[in-house]
């Protein structure tokens, strides 16, 4: 009986939460975070179990209100989306326990809207990657950008002004996708996936099909922030306050890539967007462009969270470039890349957010030898979740930077094999420069109170931070360990016939 | 070709409009005129989906013997019309929202103007 209802219950939980926080908030503040992390758990224990029932017994579809799909709005759970459910509601999980205490500092006054908006914020990423119908997409992708704005700008000083920025260039990206759908719809008649999916091989030679494609392709890479339409990402990614980028930063994004995946392989078809059009191979290449733009800026930032917010654009980059390959090896790199970096994203977000609460910022220029002495198991997971983005085997990193590789030389382009190749180079330049800060340089304000006999204390951040970074930075161990079990359930997550 | 550009003369004024809007949102200084290049812009692809739901001599979708007599092709297609409805209340949210922001941007800076922020930020 659950299982049927599954794809309806778990964005409805999140919904409920929003509205219920608010108005038990009113009762007692302190109630606001067990409830929210109650629904997390909750609809992070159900997407398991969801995943697991999809994977053994297939797709399941849920008509809200009864309709039958052409006329009524379907749910999709099927091996991609309840796998990207069950990714998002996992590391939510972690990052809302890790958050507890910068929102209790941050945001004092503002927990009950901030964990509402949160659930807010959820709603709408589940209900992208569930839902089965084109508008029901844009209206999800609406409800997860207000909350998004709203969640950014309660940040530092300058917050609004980028959540401002934000908003502008993310509902012109938003637009152009209703745009995108307007075309389509009109051409085909229907606004269901799988039925478009069916009936886009009949009319796919008119121009009006190709035109909206490209719409919708601006339209999720700007809310994926591929490279020209990154511009939003790395100022929103700062000025947040540590809970808003450590949720934002490791989902975010993915969320839009996998619509992007999710209307290219499995509504349009990936024959149609990168063999009988170039959209592809100009999707690899704006990847491309992303992946060493993002590197070389990331190198150029003196700020923790800046170098990581254009890291993403980079490891964003990844994703694109298995999207663009269009091949199988291309979308085990693209679906693994998702799950491997949302990981490691957040627990880097985690360790600029540990260090801000106990030092008050997190410039890369500070770092020295005490910070291993003071943070020892901070700084551990730093160098775990480190060496995983540049990519060194049996860590996560490795391994869909690997499929990435192979996707490059089954489709003979050696372009793109460089850029992941010097990209890695990259990567190790920008994270080893703070490992070689944190473990072998020596403290300088010893020699300036010219006694090198005081012992620095051990003064790690509380548990409630500090296991949630444990937890994923052993995550990303184990993900890499298991890549084989992990790759024999994406294959089964393919379109049909790649 | 004069067909064309008569025939399709809805259109040309959506696409005016649309870049009206995009005008708007990257030439204006004023934050608040970029949020009024952005509404314009919304508008403009809600009148899109209006118009494209209409049909030559077509009434109203509403099931009732005195307006016509059933067929299907006698009625207007009433789905864009519902779909333009979710959009202009999604519309009416993000101007909410930025409204918010701006009134805080003011709070903090004491001007709306783009250059004399990002001189202030510094």
């Known amino acids: 009986m659950i299982e049927r209802n599954l794809p309806a219950i778990i964005p409805l939980i999140f919904l ?196 909206a494609l490209i719409l919708i392709v601006v339209a999720l890479g700007v809310k994926m922030a591929i490279f020209p339409m990154h511009g939003w990402l790395p100022d929103s990614y700062t000025y947040a306050p540590t809970s808003t980028s450590s949720l934002i930063a490791p989902i975010g994004t993915k969320v839009g890539a996998y619509a992007m995946m999710r209307l290219l392989f499995f509504v349009f078809g990936a024959e149609y967007f990168s063999k009988e059009l170039p959209v592809g191979d100009l999707i690899a290449i704006f990847a491309c462009g992303g992946i060493i733009f993002g590197s070389v800026m990331a190198i150029a930032q003196k700020e923790l969270k800046r170098m990581l917010a254009y890291s993403s654009i980079a490891q964003i980059g990844y994703i694109g470039l298995g999207i663009g390959l269009a091949n199988p090896f291309g979308f085990i790199g693209a679906v693994l890349h998702l799950l491997n970096h949302s990981f490691m994203k957040a627990t880097l977000f985690f360790i600029a957010g540990n260090l801000r609460n106990k030092t008050g910022n997190s410039d890369i220029t500070l770092f020295d030898d005490s910070y291993r002495k003071k943070y020892p198991w901070t700084m551990a997971s730093f160098t775990i979740a480190a060496l995983s983005m540049i990519g060194l085997p049996p860590l996560a990193g490795f391994f869909s930077k690997w499929y990435l590789v192979l996707g490059t030389i089954e489709n003979s382009k050696w372009l793109y094999l460089a850029v992941i190749l010097i990209s890695s180079l990259l990567n190790a330049i920008y994270f080893f420069r703070i490992i070689e800060k944190v473990y072998m340089k020596s403290p300088t304000q010893s020699k300036d109170s010219g006694t090198n006999n005081f012992e620095i204390k051990r003064d790690e951040v509380s548990a409630s931070m500090l296991i949630p970074t444990m937890i994923l930075a052993a995550g990303l161990i184990v993900i890499g360990l298991l890549n084989v079990v992990i790759v024999n359930q994406i294959y089964k997550m393919m379109p049909v016939g790649m | 070709m004069l067909d064309f550009i008569a025939g399709h003369y809805d259109y040309w004024f959506i696409i005016l409009l649309l870049i009206i809007g995009l005008y708007g949102m990257i030439m204006k200084k004023n934050l608040v005129k970029k949020l009024i290049g952005m509404t314009i812009f919304q508008a403009a692809i809600i009148l899109f989906y209006i118009s494209g739901a209409i049909k030559a001599d077509a009434t109203v979708p509403i099931l009732s013997d005195s307006i016509s007599n059933g067929q299907p092709a006698n009625y207007i297609n009433p789905l864009p019309h519902a779909l333009m409805l979710t959009a202009i209340v999604v519309g009416v949210a993000t101007v909410g929202v930025a409204f918010a922001l701006l009134i805080q941007i003011y709070k903090r800076y004491n001007t709306l103007n783009e250059q004399e922020l990002i001189e202030r930020m510094k």
């Open chain 1, 16 to 211: 409920a939460s929003a509205l219920l926080i608010p108005i038990l908030g009113l009762w007692k503040k302190r109630i606001s975070f067990p409830l929210a992390i109650f629904a997390t758990l909750f609809s992070a224990s159900l997407s398991v179990y969801g995943f697991i029932y999809v994977i053994i017994n297939g797709t399941v579809r849920y008509n809200f209100g009864g309709w039958i799909p052409p006329i009524g709005i379907e749910y999709v759970y099927d091996p991609l989306s309840s796998f990207v459910v069950l990714v998002i509601n996992f590391v939510t999980l972690v990052v809302l326990t890790h958050s507890y205490i910068p929102v209790t500092i941050d945001l004092e006054v503002k927990q009950t809207a901030y964990y509402s908006v949160v659930m807010l914020l959820l709603l709408g990423f589940n209900g992208m990657i569930i839902t089965g119908d084109l508008f029901n997409l844009y209206v999800f992708i609406e409800i997860s950008s207000l909350a998004g704005y709203a969640l950014i700008a309660v940040g530092e000083k300058k917050a609004p002004f980028a959540a401002f920025r934000y908003l502008i260039i993310g509902t012109i990206g938003a637009s152009f996708y209703l745009l995108g759908i307007g075309y389509l719809y009109f051409m085909s008649g229907t606004l269901n996936m799988s039925e478009l999916a069916a009936i886009l091989p009949m009319i796919k030679e008119s121009p009006t099909i190709l035109v």
